[in-house]
């Protein structure tokens, strides 16, 4: 039997994107978010400075992504959760400087809280 609350996230997989307050994730892989697309979303960020292989989903002048080439994306550790509260935290890189986030919406479930979200990160090579 199927919990209740996991048939929001069974629906997602099947379309291959997640749309939250209005920004579509891929569920293929993380996605890069515009810090100012995140206006109203709680951002919960680590000091801890990671670096992670990045092939660059976000296509150019897409409003829900940032434009990215291949290579790595550079951030600070995190979480976000958008304001309503209903979908849990997600696992972020944070770029300030760029102005960026990169968003794992494609994790399995939404974690309860930001220290397990980070965790998830910990799993990525480096």
Do not use: C
């Not at 680590?46 to 897409?62: H, Q, Y």
């Not at 600070?76 to 400087?97: E, F, M, N, R």
């Amino acid at each position: 039997m199927t919990s209740k609350s996991s048939r929001p996230r069974e629906r997602a997989a099947a379309r291959k994107e997640l749309t939250i307050d209005d920004i579509v994730f891929e569920l293929s892989g993380p996605t890069v978010v515009a810090r100012e697309r995140l206006y109203t979303w709680v951002v919960w960020q680590f000091p801890r400075l990671r670096s992670v292989a990045w092939d660059g989903n976000a296509t150019p002048g897409n409003p829900d992504g940032a434009d990215v080439a291949g290579g790595r994306f550079t951030g600070h550790s995190g979480a976000v959760h958008a304001a309503d509260g209903t979908h849990g935290w997600y696992p972020a890189l944070i770029d300030d400087t760029a102005g960026q986030a990169l968003i794992f919406a494609n994790v399995p479930e939404p974690f309860p809280n930001p220290e397990a979200a980070v965790k998830h990160l910990d799993q990525l090579p480096e």
